[in-house]
Nanobody, 123 residues
Framework: QVQLVESGGGLVQAGGSLSLSCATS????????MGWFRQAPGKEREFVAA????????YYADSVKGRFTISRDNPKNTVNLQMASLKPEDTAVYYC????????????????WGQGTQVTVSS
C-alpha cells in the first residue's frame, strides 16, 4: 500500500517563502512521477507542479512558474515544493500526488494522494 504524507504547511506573509515536503511509504519516491495540486475554498483543484520519474523533467502551472520549485530527494525518499514570493492567492490546501509513468497535469491521472496540508498567505 502506497501512502503519501505531506508536511511543512503553515501561515506566511505575502512575499515570504515556505517549503512543503511529501514522504512516500510502500514504494520509493524514485518509482513515481510526483506532483502537487492545490485547492482553495470554493475553487476547483488545480495543478501546481510535477516531476517525472526517471527523467526528473519538471512542469509548472503558469501561475507559479519562476516562484515555485519541485525537486526529488531520493536518499530521503521525499519530494519537495519550495515556494517563494508567495501571494495571498496561493492560499489553499496543497496535495501531494504520485503516479506510475510520466508526469501529467490532470488530477485524474494520479493514483495516489496525500491528505493535504494547509498553506495560508496573509496580505
Amino acid at each position: 500500500q502506497v501512502q503519501l504524507v505531506e508536511s511543512g504547511g503553515g501561515l506566511v506573509q505575502a512575499g515570504g517563502s515556505l517549503s512543503l515536503s511529501c514522504a512516500t511509504s510502500g514504494r520509493t519516491v524514485s518509482a513515481f512521477s510526483m506532483g502537487w495540486f492545490r485547492q482553495a475554498p470554493g475553487k476547483e483543484r488545480e495543478f501546481v507542479a510535477a516531476i517525472s520519474s526517471a527523467t526528473d523533467v519538471t512542469y509548472y502551472a503558469d501561475s507559479v512558474k519562476g516562484r515555485f520549485t519541485i525537486s526529488r530527494d531520493n536518499p530521503k525518499n521525499t519530494v519537495n515544493l519550495q515556494m517563494a514570493s508567495l501571494k495571498p492567492e496561493d492560499t489553499a490546501v496543497y496535495y501531494c500526488v504520485a503516479r506510475y509513468g510520466l508526469a501529467r497535469r490532470s488530477s485524474v491521472d494520479y493514483d495516489y494522494w496525500g491528505q493535504g496540508t494547509q498553506v495560508t498567505v496573509s496580505s
